[in-house]
């Protein structure tokens, strides 16, 4: 399974932006797709998870009010509406899926949230 994320930038804060990650190869389908992020000096975090069904499943506290993750099964993909964005959002945003008990990870990119 290959994962490719797009739709970094940069953004002021308080703006928004969309990320999208489309998977390709061997993909199944019952499997749970979401996003993590990984800022400088930081350990990589969950930031929202999403099972096929559509149902949400986990999602970060600090995001909850402002990221909507949502999925297109037919496209195999997964995107992050991230609305509000703060500094601290600034991270690089990897793709993530998880299926058969294996994990997948896409390249990641990067959100700078600047002024």
């Known amino acids: 399974v290959q994962l490719q994320a797009s739709g970094g930038g940069l953004v002021q804060p308080g703006g928004s932006l969309n990320l999208s990650c489309s998977a390709s190869?061997?993909?199944?389908?019952?499997?749970?797709m979401g996003w993590y992020r990984q800022a400088p000096g930081k350990q990589r975090e969950l930031v929202a998870t999403i099972l096929s069904s559509g149902e949400i499943g986990n999602v970060a506290a600090s995001v909850k009010d402002r990221f909507t993750v949502s999925r297109d099964n037919a496209k195999r993909s997964v995107s992050l509406q991230m609305n509000s964005l703060k500094p601290e959002d600034t991270a690089v945003y990897y793709c993530?899926?998880?299926?058969?008990?294996?994990?997948?990870w896409g390249q990641g990119t990067l959100v700078t949230v600047s002024s």
């Open positions: 190869g061997m993909v199944f389908s019952d499997n749970i």
């Open positions: 993530n899926l998880r299926q058969g008990g294996i994990v997948f």
